[in-house]
């Protein structure tokens, strides 16, 4: 039996819903005048038909973590029952990536956190 290849390493701008991105920068207003950059790992939200299409200048995406990154700053992430309730698909808030065994992009499980949704322009992440 033949492992699915559900990961793959692409290096064009084909974005599409599902993509993984790496260190995507989000701008953000903390006060009138300040301003604030993070990168987060992030997956694409939006529909690959509007994004194949250009129908969209905003494009809608939820960062995510790695496993143990996540269980190291949330302690019910930690626990055997937090665990075994995220792989049942029980939190609505998250969802839980297998991890990637290709040696291009190795990653441990993975967390997206659909909780966090944010937007970034398009063209930005083109």
């Given at each position: ?68 990154k996540l269980a190291g700053e ?53």
């Amino acid at each position: 039996m033949t492992d699915y290849p559900w990961f793959a390493v692409v290096d064009d701008d084909d974005l599409q819903q599902g993509d993984l991105l790496f260190e995507c920068a989000l701008d953000r207003v903390l006060a009138p005048s300040e301003a604030d950059r993070s990168n987060y790992d992030v997956v694409i939200m939006s529909h690959s038909c509007d994004l194949a299409n250009d129908k969209l200048e905003i494009v809608q995406v939820c960062p995510f973590w790695n496993l143990q990154k996540l269980a190291g700053e949330a302690e019910y992430f930690r626990s055997k029952r937090g665990k075994e309730e995220l792989r049942r698909g029980n939190l609505p808030g998250y969802h839980l990536l297998n991890s990637c065994p290709l040696h291009e992009k190795p990653t441990d499980f993975l967390v997206i956190d659909f909780r966090s949704q944010f937007a970034v322009e398009f063209s930005q992440l083109k």
